[in-house]
């Protein structure tokens, strides 16, 4: 005999004049709301899942307060009992990046996690590899194809010569050529592109595939002294390099065959390669979400902020991002600041990409898509209050711009400056040097990179449930009330552990569902 899950509602803050509505399919007009944040309340209308319930009678133009900040203002009286959707509200002003708290946040004392290790792979430099990957970098999109083909063929014929090596990865992206190469901005998706080819999970390994004509020629995307010598006998040979424009090559296959024969030094010396125990300070977790819902701000991405804590007390770096996402709670980012320098460098970040905006001719409220307002969130404000909670509550140690890489002694919470867009963020936490992302969805997407593992972590258990071979941790417990919100950061912190030394794969690598890399660029395509 099944039984009907009693009304809930979810207050994020004692001061929050809304709750949310937990119940999967929402709850109907009429509905008495039992103990707990709405106690007797009745509600006027239907509201969705995830949407907002007015506690009290609100005037127009009072603050809707949730996580106890305005998430907007009442365009018009809207009584107790209402859903409280995006079209009733004026979104905030965007706080002025100017007489901001700048460190003044002390941080939480939070113990030391020695002993928790994984098994990966040591780098010549000091980085560590959660996979063992032949990565072949492309220095424009005309390429493409034939890597491709190459690739496929590396998998097929060599890689069952070679069973310590993981998989062949082409590093392709939309860049190369048809740019200002020159332009103000241009840099950045050339170092993007330079440090991918540089992750940790690549084992320093670095082998190009150009077509000849470009305007990104192979010496400027990797100019020498900017990757590791593999072994002693390249020195003096420079980059490992195949030109498709090379006289040599007559037809298709002499490319294809050129690439596949270079690429078997490289795969050599990668299979002589051995997981061992490493401590958990080498893990480089990059955190992130997409498909947001406005459970994301309850469950999973405070769930992810635990996790993100108990990997900086081990000694690992956590880098969150999502520049828009994060922009109304700047103050919170500038006050938690280590020094007042750092704090200098997030308000450096965020002031560049809002003049980045506005050269487009928009602003941050263009970042919530029609999927987010659908779970809830009416507006960017609000997001953001949710985004930013993944970040855990550590002091944020270092600030890198878009495409830079981690230095080694970059070590605790790192804002690593990017677009929000799904794809451009993960691929420029690529090139910062993570080697494991969690990424938190509640509308679900099946997002995943071929050059890391992917960790999905859903919001509510419907998602959970419907997208059971996709989804990797069901943070939906938290609001069925089956786990708490520091249970899930543990399991989710093990996972981890687990993921980064192979003993587990995501879903994702399973299905070996990847998307492509996408480069920043903010400089003008010619």
């Known amino acids: 005999m099944s039984s009907t899950p009693a009304p809930l509602a979810i207050r994020m803050h004692p001061a929050d004049n809304v709750a949310i509505i937990a119940n999967d399919g929402g709850l109907p007009a009429g509905t008495c709301m039992p103990a707990g944040a709405a106690t007797g309340l009745v509600l006027r209308d239907k509201v969705p899942q995830g949407h907002k319930v007015a506690l009290v009678d609100l005037a127009a133009g009072q603050a809707v307060i949730r996580y106890n900040v305005p998430v907007g203002f009442a365009r018009q009286a809207i009584a107790a009992g209402s859903w409280v959707h995006e079209r009733l509200l004026d979104i905030p002003p965007a706080r002025e990046l100017k007489d901001l708290p700048m460190a003044t946040l002390e941080a939480p004392a939070m113990e030391a996690l020695p002993g928790y290790t994984f ?200 880098m969150f991002s999502e520049n828009t996402e994060v922009r109304d709670a700047v103050e919170q980012l500038t006050s938690r600041a280590a020094t007042p320098a750092v704090a200098e460098d997030i308000v450096r970040e965020l002031a560049w990409y809002d003049q980045y905006l506005e050269r487009g001719r928009v602003d941050r409220t263009a970042n919530t898509t029609p999927g987010n307002k659908a779970g809830g969130l009416s507006n960017i404000a609000e997001k953001a209050m949710g985004s930013i909670i993944k970040s855990g509550s550590s002091a944020i140690s270092s600030v890198l711009s878009p495409g830079e890489k981690l230095k080694a002694d970059q070590k605790g919470l790192v804002f690593a400056a990017t677009p929000a867009s799904d794809f451009i963020c993960g691929t420029l936490q690529l090139a910062a040097g993570m080697n494991v992302h969690v990424f938190t969805t509640g509308r679900g997407t099946p997002y995943g990179l071929a050059e890391v593992p992917v960790i999905k972590v859903a919001t509510r258990t419907d998602l959970a449930r419907r997208w059971h071979d996709l989804m990797d941790i069901n943070a939906g417990r938290i609001a069925d009330g089956q786990a708490s919100i520091e249970e899930l950061g543990l399991e989710l912190f093990h996972f981890v552990l687990d993921v980064a030394s192979g003993r587990k794969k995501t879903w994702a690598e399973q299905w070996k569902l990847h998307n492509a890399l996408v480069l920043f660029n903010p400089a003008p395509i010619t």
Request: net charge negative.
């Open 119 to 318: 098994e990966g792979y040591v780098n010549r430099d000091g980085s560590v590899g959660t996979r063992n990957l032949l990565a072949i970098t492309t220095t424009v999109q005309c390429v493409a194809g034939v890597v491709k083909i190459a690739a496929e063929r590396i998998e097929r014929e060599l890689l069952p010569l070679y069973p310590n090596v993981d998989g062949v990865v082409g590093l392709e992206h939309s860049y190369g050529c048809g740019v200002a190469i020159d332009a103000p901005g241009a840099e950045i998706p050339i170092r993007t592109l330079r440090h991918i080819s540089l992750n940790p999970n690549f084992g320093g390994e670095v082998l190009v595939v150009s077509l000849g004509c470009e305007k990104l020629q192979p010496d400027r995307l990797l100019p020498p002294g900017s990757f590791p010598i593999q072994d002693s006998r390249d020195e003096g040979k420079g980059l490992d390099l195949v030109c498709l424009q090379d006289d040599a090559h007559v037809g298709l296959m002499s490319m294809i065959d050129s690439i596949l024969e270079r690429a078997k030094p490289h795969l050599a010396r990668l299979n002589a390669r051995r997981r061992q125990s490493v401590p958990a300070s080498a893990l480089v977790v990059g955190v992130q979400c997409g498909g947001s819902d406005a459970f994301s701000g309850v469950t999973a991405n405070p769930a992810v902020g635990h996790m993100a804590d108990l990997i900086v007390r081990a000694g690992g770096t956590v």
